[in-house]
């Protein structure tokens, strides 16, 4: 029997030099719509709060708009997975950002419509955003982790992670600047809708160059949706391991003590302290870029001394911050809270991250595993959202039965204080139960790969695990790296 010939040469290279055309087209496009997606992704984190303000959003409906879009993004999160075994990944991306485009230009128009209840409006919008970024972002991991070569993955995203965070940071100052002198001419509301309807232009181009993007597999290559069920077995089981709980107690419960204060931060700035918007941009972008820098130093400081070493570290140090807003209103004194607030934050996002990786049972697909664990995290950000706005909403009543000598200055002491001492309860409930666990090992020249998938002054920076991959030099350790074994099932 003659062997099946083998296929012409010409035809291999026809191949090959296609598959080299495309990709180099598409990783092209992929750094082209991460600055397009920046001008979104610069808006939605950071300007929610500070356009509330100025819609007169009372303090219930500030805590609603940090807590209902965290538990709509989880949720999302979650049925992205269902989602996935039936649309294609590039036209769930692709469909999903252009109608997050319209979401924002949405919010824009809140600002020029007369509404009568807008902060109400602006809370349900923001929730499709958060919902639209949180259907999206697994099958972008997915596909780009797909078409990315392994060799150039930490090349890849470290250049787009730079681009992303440059462009977002500029945008962001830019935006406070043209809201400030928009404020100074009295058309606050024309200067915000300018600034979502340019967010919203973003994504559109975002949109189409995702859709000008080459996907290879039109049907996700990520079968984690198929083991959902399975996974969330797996996680449930996993809640009975003590150091699995105990994490996910400690993170969830740290998140909604934070979002007790988070969202009077801009209230504090633009009301109490009459910041203009380019000086609340400027005290935001402080904490940014500092989280941002400090991220190779915090993974260097944990390959080093552990996980568990900066997770106490920082935690013990994160209930001292909303305290320190109170010392003075000084600009200058507050750049300066925000760059330790920055420099802490990025040590807890990167050491926490980490901590979930080494946690996560094996043969557990991690986006599921993660997708659940946030949305554990969501719940409790619910609820502190809520119950930090009730806690303002009263504040004043409170403070005044307090004698004069012992009022304070802000009514929003008492949210700050609270956030603080709920912060200091969980950290002191955490650090007799915690325990390096026990690091996967992998081969010595693979690193673990992050992203920031999005950042917020006073929240830190989000990382989002995309892949294990080889490191150009053996002997140097990554932000984030981990030694560990990887397996078809492990990551």
């Not at 020029?112 to 972008?140: D, F, G, T």
């Not at 925000?338 to 557990?364: I, M």
């Not at 504040?395 to 949210?415: D, E, G, H, I, K």
Request: with cysteine; charged share 15%.
């Amino acid at each position: 029997m003659s062997e099946p010939a083998s296929p012409p040469v010409d035809a291999t290279v026809s191949r090959r030099g296609e598959r080299s055309s495309w990709l180099r087209r598409t990783l092209r496009l992929s750094q082209q719509e991460s600055v397009a997606s920046a001008t979104m992704t610069a808006t939605g984190d950071n300007f929610f709060n500070a356009f509330a303000v100025y819609l007169q959003a009372s303090a219930t409906q500030m805590g609603a708009l940090t807590a209902v879009p965290q538990l709509f993004g989880a949720w999302a999160q979650l049925l992205s997975i269902w989602i996935g075994t039936r649309w294609s990944r590039k036209h769930l991306v692709v469909t999903v950002a252009a109608l997050q485009a319209v979401v924002v230009a949405a919010i824009g128009w809140i600002g020029m419509a007369q509404l009568r209840e807008p902060s109400l409006w602006l809370i349900v919008l923001a929730s499709a955003y958060s919902a639209a970024l949180n259907l999206i972002q697994p099958h972008w991991r997915a596909w780009m982790g797909s078409i990315v070569p392994p060799r150039r993955r930490g090349t890849f995203f470290a250049f787009r992670t730079r681009l992303t965070m440059i462009s977002s940071l500029l945008i962001f100052i830019a935006g406070g600047g043209m809201l400030t002198l928009c404020a100074r001419s009295g058309s606050t509301g024309l200067g915000f809708a300018l600034l979502f309807a340019f967010a919203a232009l973003g994504r559109a181009c975002s949109s189409l160059l995702l859709w000008k993007m080459h996907d290879p597999e039109p049907v996700s290559a990520d079968q984690s949706h198929r083991k959902l069920r399975t996974s969330i077995g797996q996680m449930l089981h996993a809640l009975r391991e003590p150091g699995f709980r105990h994490y996910t107690f400690f993170l969830s419960g740290m998140m909604g003590a934070v979002a007790i204060s988070a969202p009077f931060f801009a209230v504090h700035m633009l009301n109490g302290l009459e910041f203009t918007y380019l000086e609340y941009s400027i005290n935001a972008a402080a904490s940014i870029v500092t989280q941002f820098l400090l991220l190779g130093f915090w993974g260097r400081f944990s390959d080093r001394y552990g996980n568990r070493v900066v997770i106490l570290l920082t935690g013990c140090t994160l209930p001292c911050l909303p305290l320190l807003w109170l010392v003075s209103p000084n600009f200058y004194y507050l750049l300066l809270v925000q760059v330790a607030s920055g420099a802490v934050w990025s040590g807890f996002s990167l050491s926490t991250s980490n901590f979930l990786y080494d946690l996560r049972p094996h043969r557990t697909g991690f986006a599921a595993y993660a997708a659940v664990q946030a949305s554990i995290t969501a719940a409790v950000v619910f609820a502190g959202g809520l119950a930090g706005g009730l806690l303002a909403a009263r504040a004043p009543t409170l403070v005044a039965l307090l004698p004069a000598w012992l009022a304070p200055s802000s009514p929003l002491f008492l949210v700050f204080a609270s956030s603080a001492a709920l912060r200091v309860l969980v950290i002191a409930w955490f650090i007799p139960r915690v325990n390096e666990p026990t690091v996967r090992r992998r081969p010595e020249g693979l690193a673990l790969i992050y992203r920031i998938s999005k950042f917020s002054a006073l929240s830190g920076v989000s990382l989002d695990w995309l892949t294990v991959t080889r490191k150009k030099a053996p002997r140097k350790k990554s932000p984030g790296n981990k030694p560990g074994n990887p397996s078809q099932q492990d990551d």
